[in-house]
């Protein structure tokens, strides 16, 4: 198993800035891709942004252009740079990583997704 715990969450004023942090412990094999969701106040769960093994980024268009997603790959973290925070953005952010379930399977090969607990982000204009 993979566990992950997000950090980072905070109030701000609109046009403010924060930045998440996810760290991933367990059995951290190969990490694939790791991903930042948000679930806003009465509403489903949305991809916002996810960075995979080569560094390779994709940001949905909500968030484009204003948050950054990079990783250190040596310590199985990844982190979510927001920038010109609007009301909309808040939401609960959940952390989410694909890993292989094995130390000798590859990124190609089945995947497992696991998921954090969430850390909350409020923007107030």
């Known amino acids: 198993q993979v566990q992950l715990v997000e950090s980072g969450g905070d109030s701000v004023q609109a046009g403010g800035s924060l930045k998440l942090s996810c760290v991933a412990s367990?059995?951290?094999?190969?990490?694939?891709?790791m991903a930042w969701y948000r679930q806003p106040p009465g509403k489903a769960r949305e991809f916002a942004s996810r960075?995979?093994?080569?560094?390779?980024?994709l940001y949905s268009n909500s968030v484009n252009d204003r948050f950054t997603i990079s990783q250190d790959r040596d310590k199985n973290t990844v982190y979510l740079q927001m920038n010109s925070l609007q009301n909309d953005d808040t939401a609960v952010y959940y952390c989410?990583?694909?890993?292989?379930?094995?130390?000798?399977?590859?990124?190609?090969?089945?995947?497992?997704?696991?998921w954090g607990q969430g850390t909350q982000v409020t923007v107030s204009s």
């Open positions: 960075i995979d093994y080569s560094g390779a980024t």
């Open positions: 989410s990583a694909l890993f292989t379930v094995t130390s000798t399977m590859q990124c190609r090969d089945t995947l497992k997704r696991y």
């Open positions: 367990g059995e951290t094999f190969t990490n694939c891709e």
